[in-house]
């Protein structure tokens, strides 16, 4: 019996790995302790599109070998040394063909360098260095050694992202006039919380950069504005402030833009407001209607058509969603979906890009919306115009 | 058959007259095709503290008689001047005894004059005047002439405001470390609302001065604020746009503070944000729990207490309510109070301060709150301060 | 100068009293200590329709008095029997031309036909009597008096019932196939509550007959069924509960019911479900499309058509309403109104009921909704249905 | 390097399988076009503990193959038949050591039977049988061939609902008085939705038996209030009706009953209100408060201390969750978990179980709470009594 191609341009079958196989992946950073590393991990299993065989999950060998053990593993492929795994993975047939790194910041640079020179394709959590220039040079780099580059921004793979999309591409809300975005936690009010190994490096300059609360989940407002609204900032004046305990760095900022199209803009970050988990929210106002997001309550969008009742969409068969916001949908309407399904999309997406290079397939445009290389430099860039903006009272800078 | 003199540090009883009988009011503006003026005469006769006697409700001498024959004011004291009604309303044993002035800005000043010149105590909406000269001048009068000058703030008179006022004065959320504000609408959202007579004049400079959105919204907005943590501000900066159709004068502001205890805080106001009716919302945050509450939903007050669950206060006996709070709640919990009752709860307690100065009583420290001169004054700077902001690219404005 | 006469017809002017003046109402109960009294007079000073000129506040001469005192009724219109006040009053020229009772239910049967007979119009509270052929008895003593006989069942004066009435009526729903009500409040959780003169009575058969939760609580959710559905129970079974403290009668019941048209639905009151102050919410599904409402939400309609996002109605222009419902709107959008309003909705109409009677002119069709006699008497009949089936173990009981 | 053993005491690594390796699982049921199945893979492949290497995905060869293409299952060990499934895997060194059923409930008995006498584990999606006889034989079975028999209820796996658990055991509500399920939604208000072959069987007497809506997700909420709150219906009686488009079984069900402890409690379920995807909701009230949980949003547990504040328990360290509902949460509070992550809890447990068995390990008690055939076999007796009541008039039917 012979089985029919992948069609890769399937409007279903996210989960399904284009090659008939799962790739391989290897996991650097992420081990006991960390939490980021888990929801790669959680993303790259729901998926269908990966199997996790090698790691580098911790510096000290017997955290790594136990983290490979949890994580399944064999123990042969646990590294604690990026750059050995780098090179015992290229060298073997059956090594991994992506690695997602997911270690603090200042790292990032030189391991996603790493894999990129070893021909292994690269996952990279946000911000995806601590400077323009190392962002550009990966960028450059990866095009060079011809390796995807993929940046995990999750929140931009919610269905009712795509909705929102395909809303404002078909001019439900006219022009766009004003943006709020708001990215509010309360992890940060005490300095207690920060003795956690786990947080402390958020707040460490010689770690993060220049920024704190702003690289860590401004860079992902920013991301989640641009996707949705096909906006981004031409200029900005950043305030930063500690309104938690005391720290080395921000921990709120209000950062006010002036958006591609002229409309204003306003992104609020803060680890330090006590009530608030992960409160990101999104609203986006248009001459003719309204829109509203947020990622607590990710499986509803309100869309406010001027002079006429407010509409939610959900998810699900039925519900007037566009075939790009259905494609991201796995189970039917009001079985929840969050999170850890936005991370199975992104899996998916970066798996079917990488499927399709190596299948020699051209994907049909705007079927999948990875963020690359260029994406993660945006939020960079962003990031330190903001700290460039704070630092001078808040001045307008340019992007 | 004697009864028992009115207790005036009663805890209940806010919609008893405290003279057996209720005051007389007179209102200029208001007339058929107003807004405003409904609302303040709901509150006047909820509250059963007033009398509607007298009315300069239209410079139209037609509009002026409908409006009256509309409200029950008997046609001898309609007038379609104020300065007639003043004199005429002066001379009468049973003239009103206070006017509530609900006309566009530019002519609060001249009429509140002449009101107060006449000794008769001044319910004034808000801004109160146009310029801070203005405004100090009114306040001034006001103590020349020995008469009550109360400003109507009405969202500070929610029983849940009260609470919120009582959990932070007991400390609940430490520290306040930043606060939000924002107070966002739609009907701004297109130039043909502006075609609407009631609504044009909001952005007319010659009536209103400087700003539109600013003076119309943020003004309650700031209010709210002040009343709520007991915090002002010391500087700000403002960005003025216009996020809806073409207009005079600003239809959107982004208002960042620097509070008299030094924490950042913000205040968005726009008209023109598709969705939002009248989305008044304040959030406080401090060092060890957070405090949110929504005009469109006035009945809950949610508390955050840093690490313990989220609490919702609501009216109610039983519901941990402070006294203060209590006062202010007529219906058992859940049979819902809104903004008509908060209109009835400002009323009565002008008509408190009113009756305890004509009783020759003074009321116990901090049993009523009713919004003074003063704080009309602190409306119109504020007002002033985002002008001048505005008008420099946002650049800082000590108040 | 001549002012126009009054339109009945008119599509706004709620709260203005047809005849030129305010109409004379009286009320027995509702004196210091009671609850829904404060209600009725809430919402006839807010209605513009009412003075309240008398009342029998109590059967205590003094607690009569202070009440009269605390209300602003002149002392020598204060009666501390309810039988006096008929006799006086209508004897006076300036005597009340309406009456409102809330005294509790056994007493309603007398004091109704008292003031019937004495040719003044009614306002009664429900349920109207405790017995079937007292409520019979009163429907035809009105009809023969030739009196005006209203009954007081506020929820359906919510701008919402009416666009869910429209909107029905338009056949949004299609035909109606379940409907599902329930009135959940906790004030009877424990037995203490009840220890509580305003309460205790509520639960006393001598004062309220068979029934407790569901005379109480359970004809209003009828009512609000039936007045927004257009349907009625053709049968109905019930079980009858004890969830909170020890009582006398039933603080829960769920009933069950076959509606005129045939569909299910179902009635579920209990006044001892902790955390629930007055949830009367009231779901209808039909073919197309369901409807949903909430009273401690009373300004957001949810609409929910099959196969299309939800839709939210609320009040104001340019929401979609019909005319039916922006009658009974005052406010702009999100300037909430709320359970005072809808009172205030209430003696509005029963305002221009009585106006357009003593005017002698016949109302439009469909203009004015005002429950009468024969709606007071259909509630009495559904709690006696209950107690019937409830006795046999929730047998068919016809209606 | 040696590793130290897993302790199956661990509080935490929900999704580290114990054994150093993952279980392997095979599938029957649950190909293309199906629904269900995809929620049995996702969880596994979530959970960590299972690789899925096997699968009679359908009946249909070609299905079949796709199927297991698209799930990468090896096509030597894609099956068109479960019984030459089980012998092929049991005869395999590396064969499969459970299976997930999913298919139609008619052949759910013969094929966990012919698993079962293989010897291989069973995880059997609700409800496990269409007659009580062939349940026990099942529950009997696996006791005699010493296999797991696990049951497939994913609600119950919500980290909420163990909070609720610990709430109540620890009395924070005191004795329970009431209870109230819900579980209602529209894909069954048309007949057109039938159609669809993926939804038309669970319409099929000769595929469900006797019970339609209540079989499918009734049995989820009588399982999820019996889990909630440890009581069960002692007697109950129903009415089953078709509030959408004709069919041959109810698509609705009002089911009433007294639990253990005499309390009365009310499961209403529908598949023909539109505006409602999966609301299962769960109110349940004591002598001291009330607990209130709602599928669609998984992530609140609303806690209602009698005269007290609201509390809104949700996952996250410092909210006050016991250890037991710790233990399920994965992401910070905030990065929502749902649906999906409960079936990752699910498959995490059964995993545990059947781990700990291969090891000889006692699990801590209470540590795991998977629903056994005892759970199965309940939730068909409660569908069963449903049954017989709804074909005599709602008579009481006891359990």
């Keep these: 019996m012979t089985l029919p191609e992948y069609d890769f341009s399937l409007k279903n079958g996210l989960r399904v790995p284009p090659l008939g196989r799962r790739l391989r992946l290897g996991q650097v950073g992420g081990g006991q302790g960390a939490i980021v590393g888990n929801w790669h991990r959680n993303g790259a299993r729901l998926s269908n599109h990966w199997d996790l065989c090698a790691g ?5 060998a017997d955290i790594a ?34 690695v997602c790194i997911c270690t603090p910041n200042i790292s990032h640079f030189e391991i996603a360098k790493t894999f990129m020179q070893a021909g292994i394709d690269v996952i990279l959590d946000k911000p995806i260095t601590t400077t323009i220039a190392d962002a550009q040079d990966l960028v450059q780099l990866a095009k060079d050694r011809n390796v995807v580059f993929a940046v995990t921004y999750p929140y931009a793979f919610h269905a009712m992202i795509r909705q929102a999309q395909s809303l404002i591409a078909q001019g439900a809300l006219g022009p766009i006039r004003q943006v709020m975005v708001e990215y509010v936690q309360d992890w940060g009010t ?29 860079t992902h407002a920013y991301h989640l504005m641009k996707t949705m609204t096909g906006l981004s900032a031409q200029r900005l004046r950043a305030d930063f402030h500690q309104c938690g305990g005391t720290k080395a760095l921000e921990d709120t900022a ?37 829109l509203s997001w947020d990622q607590e309550y990710p499986e509803q969008l309100i869309y406010s058509p001027l002079d006429a009742p407010q509409q939610i969409f959900s998810r699900g068969q039925g519900a007037g969603l566009s075939p790009a916001a259905e494609r991201l949908a796995h189970l039917p309407r009001g079985h929840g979906e969050a999170l850890t ?6 899996y998916s997406e970066i798996g079917m890009v990488i499927a399709a290079r190596r299948a020699g397939v051209t994907l049909p445009k705007g079927l999948v919306q990875v963020p690359f290389g260029e994406d993660g430099l945006d939020g960079v860039k962003f990031m330190e115009a903001c700290a460039d903006s704070a630092q001078e009272d808040a001045k307008w800078v340019h992007l």
């Design 56 to 60: 580098a999950m911790s510096r000290n």
């Design 65 to 98: 070998a136990r983290s490979a053990w949890d994580t399944v593993i064999p123990l042969d492929r646990s590294y604690n040394d990026f750059r050995a795994m780098a090179e015992a993975e290229a060298s073997r047939e059956d090594g991994i063909e992506a």
């Design 190 to 218: 005490t300095s207690e919380a920060e003795e956690n190994a786990s947080v402390a490096w958020r707040r460490d300059p010689n770690i993060v950069g220049r920024t704190s609360a702003t690289g860590d989940i401004g």
């Design 254 to 290: 209000f950062i006010k833009m002036d958006l591609s199209n002229g409309a204003p803009a306003q992104i609020w970050v803060t680890q330090a407001a006590p009530g608030n988990a992960c409160g990101l929210r999104i609203r986006v106002f248009g001459e003719h209607g309204g």
């Design 341 to 346: 399904d936005a991370w199975g999309n992104l």
